[in-house]
Nanobody, 125 residues
């Protein structure tokens, strides 16, 4: 059973940076798509960034392009989300997710089968 464990969430001021980590356990084969999603109170969960792990192709939602970077460390079974120039609207619970289907450019949450417990990011103005 694939398990995902996130860490790295914190409270920062606008303009600051954070790096989220997602360690993947219990996989027979490493998921081919990994993604970071976020959910603010009262809002739907949205995809932020995804990565096709065999080729390290990355995809981003427009609101974070140029500020966030998704990456992977295969030796550590870990996917990262580097977040720079944080804004108050980036506040939310951030989740790591995985799937074994193709179409990593899609960030639809319902396509992802495995989820972590989430890590809170709060950005104050």
């Amino acid at each position: 059973q694939v398990q995902l464990v996130e860490s790295g969430g914190d409270s920062v001021q606008a303009g600051g940076s954070l790096r989220l980590s997602c360690v993947v356990f219990g996989y027979p084969v490493f998921p081919n798509c990994m993604g970071w999603f976020r959910q603010a109170p009262g809002q739907e969960r949205e995809g932020v960034a995804t990565i096709y792990t065999p080729g390290a192709n990355t995809y981003y939602v427009d609101s974070v392009k140029g500020r966030f970077t998704i990456s992977q460390d295969n030796a550590k079974n870990t996917v990262y989300l580097q977040m720079n120039s944080l804004k108050p609207e980036d506040t939310g619970m951030y989740y790591c997710a995985a799937k074994y289907r193709m179409g990593c450019e899609s960030s639809r949450p319902d396509e992802y089968n495995y989820w972590g417990q989430g890590t809170q990011v709060t950005v104050s103005s």
